[in-house]
């Protein structure tokens, strides 16, 4: 039965060539002072740079620079970012990069008039926010996480060995996001894959939950058909428009709260995935790719019949003279192999976790109880270790 809800998504997106424009539709809303929040550098090399400065220059801006947000970003940047909003007396914190820089500055924008340590109050005790926030817009040059319309903000903090995010309220989403498909041609071809294995990921991560005849999970079948489509394209010519554009959609889709309603969800890949994380500093959507199959083989039995949908759906597995358990099974071989085409690291060996790493990362592991397996910390040790 799909579940009762509210829906309400804030985010003002503009897509496609020359999106960047909407710049000038936004910033007028928006006082004099912008921080500009971005990462290593990748935006001085493409241009992105200078076009975001001359738009904030025409629009009579005073711009404060807030650079150097490293993938998966860290509690001390955090700090740093808050002093640097401070000073600036940001009116807008407009981010350009992937979703580290978009996810950071969601948290330096709650943290900035928070009286108790952000860290602390939000990613520890997830607690709501109750100060002023300082809104953000977003100019997106990597594709995966949906952060560009959603409240997700993931901070690492490596001295506890804990990688968490805090799923903000639609007060918190960017209240726009510009989302140019041409943006992401830059990418090296590693992120470009991982970013697809996260949009795969989040898709997953919210169909393998319920047994429910919902809206939800077909529009999920259709969002993966497409990116499963799209991604064997763009890995070939990483500047097919066409692909490109079509994977960005999906993205946004695949994680802007929609997918998710009137369902329940499980979530514990990407707990596995950010306990590596914590461990390794691993690129986001490696880590997911890396674990799934020794997931998705432990937990099928459990909800076989979903597995089964999926691999017929999604897969095109034809279920003549098959059992289940070889149709669900065929499905997952199915998948497999897409992720080894496509490129993806399919061990944590190769994302640096040893064999001796594998207590400590189970140990940051959070367990969640939407999937069809609650596991125990055994299940997650056997998990990571069969993923060595
Ligand atoms: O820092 P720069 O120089 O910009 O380089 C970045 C970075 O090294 C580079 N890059 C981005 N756009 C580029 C580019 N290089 C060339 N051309 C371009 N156009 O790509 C590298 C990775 O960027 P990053 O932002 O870290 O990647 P991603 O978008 O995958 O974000 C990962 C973070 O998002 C969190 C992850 O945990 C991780 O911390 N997530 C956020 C979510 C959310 N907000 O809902 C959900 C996700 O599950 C995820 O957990
Ligand atoms: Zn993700």
């Not at 802007?256 to 914590?278: C, F, P, R, S």
């Amino acid at each position: 039965m799909l579940g009762n809800f509210t829906y309400c998504n804030p985010t003002k997106l503009y897509f496609g060539k020359s999106a960047i424009d909407g710049l000038n539709e936004e910033l007028p809303k928006y006082g004099k002072n912008v921080l500009l929040v971005y990462g290593g550098g990748s935006i001085k090399k493409n241009g992105i740079y200078d076009k975001v400065i001359g738009l904030l220059e025409a629009n009579g801006k005073t711009v404060y620079e807030d650079a150097g947000v490293m993938p998966n970003p860290t509690v001390e940047k955090l700090y740093e970012g808050i002093e640097r909003a401070k000073k600036a007396k940001a009116d807008l914190i407009l981010a350009v990069g992937g979703g580290s820089v978009c996810d950071y500055a969601k948290a330096v924008s709650v943290s900035v008039n928070c009286k108790e340590d952000p860290w602390d109050k939000y990613y520890l005790r997830m607690e709501d926010v109750d100060c002023e926030i300082i809104p953000v817009g977003c100019v997106l040059t990597m594709v995966g996480t949906g952060s560009e319309m959603n409240g997700g903000s993931v901070i690492t903090n490596y001295a506890q060995k804990l990688k968490i995010g805090h799923v903000f309220g639609e007060n918190v989403f960017p209240k726009f996001s510009v989302l140019d498909p041409e943006y992401t041609f830059t990418l090296p071809k590693y992120q470009m894959i991982a970013g697809f294995y996260d949009i795969m990921s989040h898709i997953l991560e919210q169909y393998f939950s319920g047994e429910d005849d919902n809206t939800s999970d077909y529009i999920m079948e259709g969002l993966l058909r497409s990116l499963i489509h799209s991604s064997l394209i763009a890995v070939e010519n990483p500047e097919d428009y066409e692909a490109r554009s079509n994977i960005m959609w999906t993205a946004t889709w695949a994680l802007n709260t929609l997918v998710a309603k009137g369902k329940t969800t499980d979530w514990e890949v990407h707990m596995l995935g950010q306990a590596v994380g914590a461990h390794t500093n691993a690129t986001h959507g490696m880590t997911l790719a890396a674990v799934s199959m020794a997931y998705y083989r432990h937990i099928m039995s459990y909800g076989l019949k979903k597995f089964v949908r999926y691999a017929e759906n999604v897969w095109n597995v034809s279920p003549d003279g098959k059992s289940d358990e070889q149709i669900a099974e065929e499905g997952l071989k199915a998948m497999e192999s897409w992720m080894k085409k496509i490129g993806l690291v399919m061990n944590l060996t190769e994302l640096g976790v040893k064999k001796d790493m594998v207590e400590s990362i189970a140990d940051s592991t959070l367990i969640m109880d939407g999937g069809y397996k609650i596991l125990t910390k055994e299940e997650v040790i056997k998990i990571l270790t069969e993923s060595l």
